[in-house]
């Protein structure tokens, strides 16, 4: 069973910084993982912050480009979100999904991926 496993969340006041950390075990080929950060308030819905394929490919939701990065570290089983310049509007309870993909295959929607960590809140005061 694959399980994953997030930490690094907190509370930083506005502009702060967090760096969060995300573990995959069990039985699947990491290096082929499309993983992601997904973040999800109350009342607001699931929304995507960032994904990044096996090949190192990322992409970002619109209002965290330039200040998060999102990164792999394949020997270690271990993706990361740096995320700088926070704001209060990235309060939220942050996950780590994951999913195979077929190489050159584009990740998929947020309700598609098979494999969920338990979460890691962070939370920016103003």
């Known amino acids: 069973q694959v399980r994953l496993v997030e930490s690094g969340g907190g509370s930083v006041q506005a502009g702060g910084s967090l760096r969060l950390s995300c573990v995959a075990s069990?039985?699947?080929?990491?290096?082929?993982?499309?993983m992601a950060w997904f973040r999800q308030t109350p009342g607001k819905g699931r929304g995507g912050a960032a994904t990044?394929?096996?090949?190192?490919?990322?992409s970002y939701e619109d209002s965290v480009k330039g200040r998060f990065t999102i990164s792999r570290d394949n020997a270690h089983n271990t993706l990361y979100l740096e995320m700088t310049g926070l704001k209060p509007e990235d309060t939220a309870m942050y996950y780590c999904?994951?999913?195979?993909?077929?190489?050159?295959?584009?990740?998929?929607?947020?309700?598609?991926?098979?494999?969920w960590g338990q979460g890691t809140q962070v939370t920016v005061s103003s």
């Open positions: 069990g039985p699947i080929a990491y290096s082929a993982l499309c």
């Open positions: 990044i394929r096996g090949d190192g490919t990322t």
């Open positions: 999904a994951a999913d195979s993909i077929p190489a050159g295959r584009a990740c998929p929607a947020a309700d598609e991926f098979a494999y």
